[in-house]
């Protein structure tokens, strides 16, 4: 018998569905490529912009440097109390201790998504970095004169000073497997967690040791979370 004859430009319906198939397939990866790429370059534009921020933190503390006998900002519990020193009549910016996401600002007042850039008035300027404004982790005791590969800036950690966290939703937690290391030399680093969690670098003796620890030359102790 024979087969039946097909008419010109017609092809049966499964050939059809087939490429449907295939096309939709292809279309949904190449939307799916676009959106990592689209993740990935906001998250790097992000990256950039905190290191940017933190190294305009530095310059401002070797401006207070400057009036200070070499000394930067001193402070005993927290980071924001020693930031705040650095407002003055030419400085009160405070966009730049933000960096959206990050879990240390979640402590805002309610309905309040980022520092509201009022810093009130000399000599205190007690309103600011109040408590959720600052991102921004500090070694405190530090001056000009100090090793210039110590760790001066850098992320807020986790509640527990010198470890970061693994979420980027949680404190210290923010890239994912890295944190921003400002140094007294002004070098800024984005710097690649260990395992632990914690930032490895070969002290003056070439050994490898965690940065925010004696063995590198950082007194633990000195380390100041935000607030």
């Known amino acids: ?81 020693a930031y705040r020193q650095l407002f003055s009549r030419k400085f009160q910016d405070e966009r730049i201790f933000y960096v959206s996401g990050c879990a240390w600002h979640q402590s805002l007042p309610e309905g309040i998504t980022k520092p509201d850039n009022e810093v009130g008035q000399p000599p205190g300027y007690t309103l600011g970095l109040e408590r959720g404004e600052n991102h921004w982790a500090y070694t405190t005791d530090l001056g000009v004169d100090s090793m210039g590969y110590l760790p001066l800036i850098m992320d807020g950690f986790s509640e527990t000073v010198g470890i970061y966290a693994p979420d980027a939703a949680a404190k210290g937690g923010i890239w994912e497997g890295k944190a921003i290391v400002v140094r007294v030399d002004g070098s800024a680093k984005m710097e690649k967690l260990a395992p632990d969690l914690r930032v490895y670098g070969k002290n003056a003796n070439g050994t490898k040791v965690d940065i925010f620890s004696r063995d590198y030359g950082t007194n633990p102790a000195k380390l100041l979370n935000p607030w």
């Open 1 to 81: 018998m024979d087969a039946p004859i097909q008419s010109p430009g017609s092809f049966p319906f499964a050939v059809i569905a087939k490429w449907i198939f295939i096309f939709s397939i292809i279309v949904g990866l190449i939307l799916l490529s676009v959106a990592f790429l689209d993740v990935t370059s906001s998250s790097r534009d992000k990256q950039t912009k905190a290191t940017a921020h933190a190294r305009q933190i530095h310059l401002a503390l070797q401006e207070f440097a400057l009036d200070h006998d070499g000394k930067f900002p001193a402070a005993d519990r927290i980071s924001n109390d």
